[in-house]
């Protein structure tokens, strides 16, 4: 069993700052990649960022620039700095790890596990 937390939402006023954390603990092997999604209500579910275990990120072209993925692979910890909030980015934040266990490792790609969601509202 895998469990993923986030923690650090919250609200904040447009062009200011919110650092997002997410730890996975568990029955986990090796974490293959890492990384945020966001929904909005009424939209379909959005990557946000993502960070492989030798550090390679991707993101939205909508954050690049603004927003920055870290990892702490000692700790199974990804962060998700976000500077020069905008209203848009208002949205409930989930974190997830691309984990392999003893038994999938090898076998096929790794599985992802999801946190339960933290809301960042971004006030004008």
């Known amino acids: 069993q895998v469990q993923v937390v986030e923690s650090g939402g919250g609200l904040v006023q447009a062009g200011g700052s919110l650092r997002l954390s997410c730890a996975a603990s568990?029955?986990?092997?090796?974490?293959?990649?890492m990384g945020w999604y966001r929904q909005a209500p009424g939209q379909q579910r959005e990557l946000v960022a993502a960070i492989t275990s030798g550090g390679s990120t991707n993101s939205a072209d909508s954050v690049k620039g603004r927003f920055t993925i870290s990892r702490d692979n000692t700790k199974n910890t990804v962060y998700l700095h976000m500077n020069s909030l905008k209203p848009e980015d208002t949205a409930v934040y989930y974190c997830?790890?691309?984990?392999?266990?003893?038994?999938?490792?090898?076998?096929?790609?790794?599985?992802?596990?999801w946190g339960q969601g933290t809301q960042v509202t971004v006030s004008s």
């Open positions: 997830y790890a691309g984990v392999y266990t003893k038994g999938t490792y090898g076998v096929g790609p790794p599985l992802k596990y």
């Open positions: 568990g029955s986990i092997f090796i974490i293959n990649d």
